[in-house]
T-cell receptor, first 115, second 117 residues
């Protein structure tokens, strides 16, 4: 079974609109962390946001917020007021288990912001 | 303030040749990771070092792959007898307990793109 599932291969959004990128995960471990990374065409992975499984509140980082629904095992990324520079691949990832280090990534969503 | 650097950025080789990539992590980071990313896919974990100790290896890391971090600073990833299926972007990342977001953030380098002809 896929550990991380991103069901949207591509999304097209008008500039200044909000966008939600979907991510569901699969784990039986109570301790895990969820991450979102952005990968522009240049190729470098840029960290956006982190949510721990025991965190009580949804994580926020500037225009990025993570809609964490633990019972549904979903960790959707919300980008408010999208900008042209947000066009990129977006990857959801999970670190599973206390003390674990490796990240397991989903297949990504290509986001295109239209002017 | 320098980030993670990788060398070379691009490598083209013929099938059967050996290649070696280098990663220099952020200087105070004691953890170092290698990932591989093929076209259209997310990165896949290969291996992880804490200081000079290699603590975890993926099954993806076949006998032809070897990684080292001899002094707990830079790391090398060697692929012997390259195959066309090894063509991918090889990403290095680093972190530490005191780095971003309570040590949870892995800082990635720009990657080495390998093409095996």
């Amino acid at each position: 079974a896929q550990k991380i599932t991103q069901t949207q291969p591509g999304m097209f959004v008008q500039e200044k609109e909000a966008v939600t990128l979907d991510c569901t995960y699969d784990t039986s471990d109570p301790s895990y962390g969820l991450f979102w990374y952005k990968q522009p065409s240049s190729g470098e992975m840029i960290f956006l946001i982190y949510q721990g499984s025991y965190d009580q509140q949804n994580a926020t980082e500037g225009r990025y917020s993570l809609n964490f629904q633990k019972a549904r095992k979903s960790a959707n990324l919300v980008i408010s007021a999208s900008q042209l520079g947000d066009s990129a691949m977006y990857f959801c990832a999970m670190r599973e288990g206390q003390g674990a280090q490796k990240l397991v990534f989903g297949q990504g969503t290509r986001l295109t912001i239209n002017p | 303030d320098t980030g993670v650097s990788q060398d070379p950025r691009h490598k083209i080789t013929k099938r059967g040749q050996n290649v070696t990539f280098r990663c220099d992590p952020i200087s105070e980071h004691n953890r170092l990771y290698w990932y591989r990313q093929t076209l259209g896919q997310g990165p896949e974990f290969l291996t992880y070092f804490q200081n000079e100790a290699q603590l975890e290896k993926s099954r993806l890391l076949s006998d032809r792959f070897s990684a080292e971090r001899p002094k707990g600073s830079f790391s090398t990833l060697e692929i012997q007898r390259t195959e066309q299926g090894d063509s991918a972007m090889y990403l290095c990342a680093s972190s530490s307990w005191t780095s971003g977001r309570g040590g949870n953030e892995q800082f990635f380098g720009p990657g080495t793109r390998l093409t095996v002809l």
